[in-house]
């Protein structure tokens, strides 16, 4: 299952989508470019909302709180394509 809905409804986009849209700072690839300009902010902003856990920066104060599902395990999102969690 995925930590929110739209993580879920971007990976559904892997099953029929490629990835045209790469950042130019880490060359990663993105299937949208609203994926990519929040990306971007990772580098823009760089520290801005660290998970206290691992270090890792996100994009939002509410980015931060999604992520940090994967340090408490709960994942309430599956893929209704593959099953994926």
Avoid: M, V, W
Wanted: hydrophobic share 15%; charged share 30%; net charge positive.
């Amino acid at each position: 299952s995925f930590t929110c809905s739209s993580t879920l409804k971007d990976h559904q986009k892997t099953h029929c989508q490629e990835k045209p849209y790469k950042c130019p700072s880490c060359e990663k690839r993105f299937a949208s470019t609203k994926s990519l300009k929040k990306h971007r902010r990772l580098h823009l902003e760089n520290g801005a909302y660290r998970c206290s856990d691992c270090g890792k920066n996100l994009t939002s104060n509410s980015a931060l709180i999604i992520h940090r599902r994967i340090h408490t395990g709960e994942r309430p999102y599956e893929c209704p394509d593959c099953g994926k969690s």
